[in-house]
């Protein structure tokens, strides 16, 4: 079931659907029938008045001329994201349910996306990850024949040589062999590192085996969450390409595990957990 404005005559009140894939958090609005203006003071409104459980993203589902809806993804800072590969997968579900279809297709900033429904599992292909320094961005006048391994300008502590993916959105990848530095402390400060104008997703990876990942997320403009579906595509190209894992592993997360399939086209395709959490009724009468 679609979110829609309660009644279109009275514009006080509007419906906003709660889930999470694998424990990171979404509140849904459809703004398809409402002139509500979804921006950064609409989302502080919400978090600052407290009339919703604080969320990782808040995701705007909007019409679309070429696919079956268009969604733009907010941090809870108010900033935009390009991409959220575990937000597609509820919101693909809704659709998918809705239309009573097995495949869609979900305009986002710089992609389209492509879900379907097999078995009960939701299939999000992410697309072909970007490996070019310049177009993930890095910094400019940072030259590298391979984005890699490259070493981090200025790091807040010890750390590994990381590699840079971009899934639609930018990602920073450390794989670790023993203790991890406390994510939590310098997780914003590798986001906002002069390497990375557009900042970054921040993830630590530890390698179990050539097919299971265990990873910790710092999601840009978010912090920390339970599990990010895009930084599980990223640190899956890297691994892949780095050695250490196969092309198809799973993505062990707080939140719970994402299999990523990083096919031979060199499309992206992922599954994980989605559950829908409930639904609230929000007044926004003193919204201005």
Known sequence: MMTKILNTADKSSIKLIRMNGAGNTFVIHDSKDNNIKINKNF????????????????????????????????????????????????ISSLILNKKDIKECHIETIKRNVKCWKNNEKIFVDIGKPILSWNEIPLKENITMKSTLEIDL???????PKFSAVNVG???????????????????????????????????????????????????????????????????????????????????????????????????????????????DIVNISDYK
Request: some cysteine; aromatic content about 10%; hydrophobic content about 40%.
């Open 43 to 90: 989302i502080n409104y919400l978090l600052d008045s407290k009339k919703i459980k604080k969320f990782d993203q808040f995701v705007e589902i909007d019409k679309s001329e070429n696919s079956d809806a268009k969604v733009t993804f907010w941090n809870i800072d108010g900033s935009e994201a390009e991409m959220c590969g575990n937000a597609l997968r509820c």
């Open 153 to 159: 300008l200025s790091p807040p502590c010890d750390l």
């Open 169 to 279: 959105n930018p990602h920073a990848v450390f794989f670790f062999d023993d203790k991890t530095p406390n994510l939590l402390e310098v997780g914003k400060s590798i986001e906002e590192n002069e390497m990375f104008p557009m900042k970054v997703n921040v993830s630590f990876a530890k390698v179990i085996d050539n097919k299971n990942i265990k990873l910790n997320v710092w999601e840009r403009g978010a912090g920390i969450t339970q599990a990010c579906g895009s930084a599980a595509c990223a640190t899956a190209v890297a691994s892949a390409s780095l050695g250490y894992t196969k092309r198809e592993v799973n993505i062990i997360l707080p939140g719970g595990n994402i299999e990523i399939n990083w096919q031979n086209d060199d499309h992206i395709v992922m599954t994980g957990p989605y559950e829908f959490d409930g639904e």
